[in-house]
């Protein structure tokens, strides 16, 4: 049985029949009551919640937040313009173009799941509720306050489908929980936010400057999280507080804004990007930087294949491997039988050929398959490639690649006299090996985001958007399909080694256990499909993205130990149930899985 929804739009209440609120509480009263708990929740902020420094963060200061504290202080203070925009005060309307309710649902869900978190977090480890002080009631009581109120805000219902008297008390059941899991998607629902209007040119890239400043620093932030407790916290207040701006309608007008100068927004992004190296006081965490422009570019690789001519490959990480292991063999390493040593450049033209020579191998005689058939073949090529270079000891054949041992003291590079293995000084910041290496992956990631561009915008870009939607159709239409396939397992496959030749020097070493179909360790065949499955099918950032989450997530949650994959998994499936077209979806997909949204205006060739 269907529901039929009416619309979202906040409405208000006080007459008969009027739209109300998932409690029993006014909507004056709790509209007062989320406000008046925001702010009280920021006030707490200010006070000690535990008497003990044992807790991470340093609970115990008057005056000024720390660890945990700061995470509710941000969220409190999202609720609390959510709150006053929905009293209509001058100058903060521009706040909520969606409408405020649902909005201040999830921003006080945010305030609620991060403080109740922390309190019972301080409770657990210091063994009971007599260690918070004051600041840790008040917390728990005003964020408590705060999500119930917003629960009474009022929203428009579903109409109730009829009943069937002859239905079995089971499907009664299923019937009723239905209608009440429609009633409770409804209440966190939004209306359609109004069109932003054309701005001035200097303001529109303020907003975006504005925009990829706040995405630094949540990044650094959460990249820098310095103990579980507090990481966990920042994905509970970023995943919250990201879905109650894009309630509130502040996402979709920010993404109107950086369509109409995506060249500003993507050289903006990766200055972004480059800033972050010197954001740090040291090498730690470049090193989780550099891998995760590696993981990432590999997925933008594999998104031409999958997101663009819908061709499933689960071998994808055997190109990795063939770039970095094409890369090391010529990098002079003791380990190597070749004794020879190419420049950079050199290298990476072997460690890209050589992916796509495999890739051309591989593809010729299997991609008449489709579908499933595919998948599995190229699940046998990552494997058959994992096993091949294991084998390769000088026993089991050939001395080529030092079998599990694997290639190993690969020399750091050195590029027109600059050696990425030493400290450089670059504006009185001190860059270590690690971030010499984030500049340079930074650099090859922006050549695949350029390559994927143009390719996805051009003529054969748009027969792999044709072979994606409709094999059969656009055979008929004079496609060229297999060629057209081809060239897209070659292109994916040369981008992949392209990152591999960089890995090999980034890791030192090159073993075939770093080339898994699946691990706890991206990047891995798994790990990279998921990535451009999270991120979002054929958009360039959906996959960036979506790498940057699957590394930084899984390397933070290492002391979940056997249940971390279970947790990863846990996560997709949500995920893939309450929203399958992934993070940053092209407008076309999320139409496939939303067919009541909005039609687009505007389509890009690749469906964008």
């Known amino acids: 049985m269907t529901t039929q929804t009416t619309d979202t739009t906040d409405a208000p209440a006080g007459k008969t029949g009027a739209p109300r609120g998932l409690i029993g509480i006014p909507a004056a009263t709790g509209r007062a009551l989320a406000l008046g708990g925001s702010v009280l929740t920021i006030v707490s902020t200010f006070l000690a919640w535990t008497w003990t420094s044992a807790f991470p963060g340093d609970l ?14 941000v969220g409190g203070v999202i609720a609390t313009l959510f709150c006053l925009s929905s009293y209509g005060v001058r100058g903060l309307a521009w706040l909520t173009p969606a409408g405020p309710d649902a909005a201040i649902r999830f921003a006080t869900l945010a305030v609620f799941a991060t403080s109740w978190y922390t309190v019972l977090a301080i409770t657990v480890d210091l063994g009971g509720v007599v260690n ?19 629960l009474a805000l009022p929203f428009e219902r579903p109409e109730p489908d009829p009943v069937d008297p002859d239905d079995t008390g089971w499907e009664l059941f299923r019937h009723e929980s239905g209608q009440k899991w429609q009633t409770l998607k409804a209440a966190f629902a939004a209306g359609t936010p109004r069109r932003l209007g054309t701005l001035p040119s200097y303001a529109e890239i303020l907003v975006i400057v504005a925009v990829l400043a706040v995405g630094l620093t949540v990044f650094t932030y959460g990249i820098g999280t310095e103990y579980d407790e507090q990481f966990i916290g920042f994905l509970i207040t970023a995943g919250f507080g990201f879905a109650a701006l894009n309630k509130a309608g502040l996402v979709a007008q920010a993404s109107q804004i950086t369509a109409r100068h995506q060249n500003i927004t993507i050289c903006g992004a990766f200055v972004a990007a480059a800033m972050f190296p010197f954001t740090q006081t040291d090498d730690q965490y470049a090193t989780i930087g550099v891998y995760i422009l590696i993981f990432a570019t590999v997925a933008l690789g594999l998104n031409i294949v999958v997101g663009l001519a819908g061709l499933l490959d689960l071998g994808y990480v055997a190109f990795l491997g063939v770039g970095a292991y094409a890369a090391a063999l010529v990098s002079g390493s003791p380990s190597s039988p070749f004794d020879v040593k190419f420049p950079f450049w050199a290298a990476v033209l072997v460690g890209a050929a050589a992916s796509l020579v495999f890739g051309v191998l591989i593809g010729a005689p299997t991609l008449r398959l489709r579908g499933d058939y595919l998948a599995i073949v190229t699940l046998g090529f990552g494997e058959i490639f994992r096993i091949t270079v294991n084998n390769l000891d000088g ?5 080529l690649t030092n079998g599990s041992n694997g290639i190993s003291s690969i020399p750091n590079l050195n590029i027109l006299g600059f050696d990425f293995g030493l400290e450089h000084s670059i504006a009185g910041f001190t860059i270590g090996r690690f971030a010499n290496y984030f500049f340079l992956m930074l650099l090859i ?3 695949v ?24 159709a656009a055979l008929a239409m004079g496609i060229n399909g297999f060629r057209v396939k081809l060239i897209a397992f070659a292109l994916g496959a040369s981008l992949a080694g392209l990152a591999g030749t960089v890995q090999a020097h980034v890791t030192y070493t090159v073993t075939p256990e770093q080339y898994l179909f699946a691990g706890v360790i991206p990047p891995n065949s798994a790990f990279l499909l998921a990535a451009v499955v999270l991120g979002g099918m054929g958009t360039i950032s959906g996959p960036l993205i979506g790498a940057s989450l699957l590394f930084l997530i899984p390397n933070k949650l290492q002391f979940l130990g056997d249940y971390q994959l279970f947790a990863f998994g846990l996560a997709l499936i949500l995920l893939m149930r309450f929203r399958p077209e992934g993070l940053i979806p092209n407008r076309r997909r999320q139409l496939e899985f939303h067919e009541d949204a909005e039609a687009p205006t505007v389509l890009t060739k690749a469906g964008a």
Not at 449 to 472: K, Y
């Open 132 to 150: 918070l002080e004051p600041g840790g009631y008040i917390v728990a009581v005003a964020s408590l306050a705060a999500f119930l109120g917003a």
């Open 60 to 73: 115990t200061v008057y005056g000024y937040p720390g660890g945990l504290q700061v995470l509710v202080l």
């Open 395 to 399: 026993t089991s054949g050939p001395d």
């Open 449 to 472: 985001v350029l390559v994927f561009r143009r390719s996805g915008d051009s003529r054969i870009g748009r027969a792999w958007v044709a072979i994606r939607e409709d094999e059969t």
């Open 445 to 447: 990631t922006a050549v």
